[in-house]
């Protein structure tokens, strides 16, 4: 297809805005999808992603489109909308020249609306606002594009207002598309740059990448060479999807398709890296390449301790599709052998968590997330901690912890809240600004160990659900940090220790010590619980002693019954994990990790 009738576009919105219903209809309507073949949210393949109505990984869809007798390609590419995906969000965008940015009509702008607009500017993409759901009672298309319009510089006329769930207005959005999103342009003759902002693995065909050509062009049995690391493949198959893989003779400039290299691991592919051609290869990779680096880390550990072969083997597994997952072998004292992960953010810990267990048959504890420090030590030593356990001892010159800019939306009413709950977790304001008069956007630096805990489900609840929230990597900055440990009869337990602000030492050390006497039975003797800032003690519980002697009920008499008795008392001893000299139920474990 020539550039001129090509048109790039993405799909950009908050969560649950309606994206991916949208796209389902434009599928639909160009005819690419046979309604007999439509499901709901056909480009969500996983199945955790259809189940959660997210979508985790991006995907690119080819549709016929006409206009006035002329026959234009739409390529449409799907991106992920959490604050996690972030990076595929910017690379699916690089990939395109125009997007729509979707609002539901009865919710307005959000603060993802937010930060994937700013990501569009910055990539000097055309903007087409859309109003979505006009269908819903709640609606309120006149206000919303208001301030959509005051938002982007546009009349509320411009605005389109559309229904992913009837169809109504959606064949308006498909011709604005062709009439104000710019053809692509590249230089045909020049070696062949191709980005990937996709990479897939598939069970039979090995990784499936997402390239969007930019100059020249790709054929395939061609020897192609990733820019970033030099590794070269040939090109078993290359093609586009619409949306079913359709192998192609070649894709060139503006073209957005797949290809296949036998590849067998999704980090050999990696989204933001240059495709070029071996023979003749280009010189200048394409922008914004960046290394996925995870933000949050946490141990992973099985709850039956043979389970943790099949542990390391679905990690091996599941990286296959996810080059931003790493993990390391861990050993706790107190949960065995498992393994420390790295994850982009909360969501992608979770979903992993998820996959896991679910695709796996894996019950797993995690530990309490962890960001990743850098200390320095008096010696000028320096290095990265992201395990509480590998805090150092000796004397720290400074630690440094992650911080986030962070953007939260949310109704006038609750500014005041809003504002308080990010004061409290140290967030420093740095701008409030009214969309309309009743809605506002409050600019703050945090912590991301802050946000990592408990700062959504907060912030959720102080505004009854209505405030939406964004952040994104701003460095770092030094902290009055502490390591707390928590000791059981004398002994550290490892996973319970925490890296915390010095504020915060005391509450998570009472809070700590308070839950564990609640979950660990009597022994036979008594048991101190302390929290301890290296030798000092901030808080202090005791499990007071009980002489818990089965027999003794049954003095002499029947001894089968001794028996039986005897062997009750070892099973449930099974489930029971000795830490120092104090034992304690595997449940405990599990309560005390969970957060509430
Ligand atoms: P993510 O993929 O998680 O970002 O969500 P999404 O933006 O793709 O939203 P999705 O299409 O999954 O829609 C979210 C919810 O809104 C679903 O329950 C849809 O059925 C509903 N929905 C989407 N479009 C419309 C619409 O035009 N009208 C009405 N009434 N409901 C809609």
């Known amino acids: 297809t020539a550039p001129e009738l090509i048109r790039n576009f993405c799909i950009i919105a908050h969560i649950d805005h309606g994206k991916s219903t949208l796209a389902d209809r434009?599928?639909?309507?160009?005819?690419?999808?046979?309604?007999?073949?439509?499901?709901a949210q056909y480009l969500d393949r996983m199945d955790i992603e259809r189940e959660r109505g997210i979508t985790i990984k991006s995907q690119a869809v080819r549709m016929p489109w006409e206009v006035d007798g002329r026959a234009y390609a739409l390529n449409m590419i799907d991106t992920p909308g959490h604050v996690d995906f972030t990076y595929e969000v910017s690379r699916s965008l690089a990939a395109c020249e125009g997007t729509l940015l979707l609002v539901d009509a009865a919710q307005g702008i959000e603060a993802q609306t937010l930060a994937n607009l700013y990501l569009a500017l910055e990539n000097d993409l055309t903007i087409i606002p859309v109003l979505n759901k006009i269908d819903l009672p709640a609606a309120q298309p006149e206000k919303y594009a208001e301030e959509l319009a005051g938002l982007i510089g546009c009349e509320p006329?411009?605005?389109?207002?559309?229904?992913?769930?009837?169809?109504?207005?959606?064949?308006?959005?498909?011709?604005?598309?062709?009439?104000?999103?710019?053809?692509?342009?590249?230089?045909?003759?020049?070696?062949?740059?191709?980005?990937?902002?996709?990479?897939?693995?598939?069970?039979?065909?090995?990784?499936?990448?997402?390239?969007?050509?930019?100059?020249?062009?790709?054929?395939?049995?061609?020897?192609?060479?990733?820019?970033?690391?030099g590794a070269t493949h040939e090109l078993l198959e290359i093609g586009v999807s619409s949306p079913e893989p359709t192998p192609s003779k070649g894709l060139g400039?503006?073209?957005?398709?797949?290809?296949?290299?036998?590849?067998?691991d999704v980090r050999q592919s990696r989204v933001g890296d240059t495709v070029t051609n071996a023979k003749k290869p280009a010189t200048q990779a394409l922008g914004g390449y960046r290394d996925p680096k995870p933000m949050v880390f946490s141990g992973l550990f099985p709850i039956d301790?043979?389970?943790?072969?099949?542990?390391?083997?679905?990690?091996?597994?599941?990286k296959l599709n996810d080059a931003a997952l790493v993990y390391e072998p861990e050993t706790s004292a107190a949960l065995g052998f498992g393994f420390r992960c790295g994850f982009l953010g909360l969501l992608h810990l979770e979903i992993v968590r998820e996959r896991l267990e679910r695709e796996f048959g894996l019950d797993l504890i995690s530990t309490a997330p962890s960001v990743v420090y850098q200390v320095t030590m008096e010696d000028r030593s320096e290095f990265e901690v992201t395990n509480p356990s590998e805090y150092p001892a000796g004397k720290i010159r400074e630690v440094r912890e992650p911080i986030v800019r962070t953007t939260v939306l949310t109704p006038s009413e609750y500014v005041g809240a809003v504002m308080e709950l990010c004061q409290s977790k140290r967030g420093q304001m740095?701008?409030?600004?009214?969309?309309?008069?009743?809605?506002?956007?409050?600019?703050?630096?945090?912590?991301?160990?802050?946000?990592?805990?408990?700062?959504?489900?907060?912030?959720?609840?102080?505004?009854?659900?209505?405030?939406?929230?964004?952040?994104?990597?701003?460095?770092?900055?030094?902290?009055?940090?502490?390591?707390?440990?928590?000791?059981?009869h004398g002994d550290p337990v490892d996973a319970f220790s925490a890296i915390v602000h010095r504020d915060k030492a005391y509450a998570y050390g009472v809070m700590m010590a308070g839950k564990l006497k609640d979950l660990i039975p009597r022994q036979q003797f008594e048991v101190p619980i302390q929290a301890a800032i290296g030798s000092r003690i901030i808080a202090r519980?005791?499990?007071?002693?009980?002489?818990?002697?089965?027999l003794s009920k049954c003095y002499g008499g029947d001894i089968s019954r001794k028996r039986k008795l005897l062997e009750k008392q070892k099973e449930g001893k099974k489930r029971m994990k000795m830490v120092g000299s104090v034992e304690v139920p595997q449940e405990a474990f599990i309560a005390a990790l969970s957060s509430d």
Do not use: W
Request: with cysteine; proline share 4%.
């Open 430 to 488: 740095k701008g409030m600004d009214y969309l309309s008069e009743d809605r506002v956007e409050l600019r703050y630096t945090m912590p991301l160990a802050e946000i990592v805990f408990d700062f959504f489900d907060q912030l959720k609840s102080k505004t009854k659900g209505y405030a939406s929230l964004d952040y994104e990597n701003d460095g770092e900055q030094a902290a009055d940090l502490v390591k707390v440990d928590i000791l059981l």
């Open 157 to 229: 006329e411009d605005c389109l207002r559309v229904s992913g769930k009837t169809g109504e207005g959606v064949e308006a959005v498909l011709d604005r598309i062709v009439a104000e999103t710019p053809h692509p342009v590249g230089d045909a003759d020049a070696p062949a740059r191709a980005m990937i902002f996709d990479s897939v693995y598939d069970t039979y065909r090995g990784v499936v990448t997402y390239v969007r050509v930019v100059d020249g062009k790709l054929a395939p049995r061609e020897k192609i060479e990733m820019l970033s690391t």
């Open 305 to 318: 301790g043979s389970d943790y072969p099949a542990l390391r083997d679905a990690l091996d597994k599941l």
């Open 253 to 264: 400039v503006g073209e957005v398709g797949y290809l296949i290299t036998g590849v067998k």
């Open 26 to 39: 434009m599928l639909q309507i160009t005819g690419v999808v046979e309604p007999r073949a439509m499901r």
């Open 541 to 550: 519980e005791t499990i007071r002693a009980m002489r818990k002697d089965v």
